[in-house]
């Protein structure tokens, strides 16, 4: 079940073939998460979060030793609301 009902999260990949059996996207329909695809042969699509994920990496997590799920869920909170609000882009 979605934690925060007022959140619509969604999870985009590949059409690897994982991501397309049965119980896998029951699953996700159970946690309120809703599936989102590549279209087949463009890699393109999934380049904008490529490229925050790596600035993410880079500018924030490999400088940390992070010890547990809580601490991560924090430093990721206060980097996006940097990323968000903060940053001159």
């Known amino acids: 079940q979605n934690i925060v009902p ?3 999260p969604i999870l985009h990949s590949d059409q690897g073939w994982h991501y ?3 119980y896998y996207r029951d699953t996700l329909k159970t946690m ?5 695809m590549s279209r087949k ?3 393109h699509d999934n380049a904008p979060i490529e490229s925050f994920f790596n600035l993410l990496k880079r500018e924030c997590l490999y400088r940390y030793n992070i010890d547990d799920l809580t601490e991560l869920k924090n430093i990721v909170a206060k980097y996006i609301n940097w ?5 001159i882009s």
């Not at 309120?32 to 989102?36: A, H, L, M, P, V």
């Not at 990323?83 to 940053?87: D, E, F, L, S």
Request: aromatic residues 6%; glycine residues 10%; positive net charge.
């Open 41 to 43: 042969g463009n890699c």
């Open 6 to 8: 007022s959140l619509k």
């Open 83 to 87: 990323y968000n609000n903060k940053r």
């Open 32 to 36: 309120g998460i809703e599936q989102s």
């Open 20 to 22: 397309q059996l049965k």
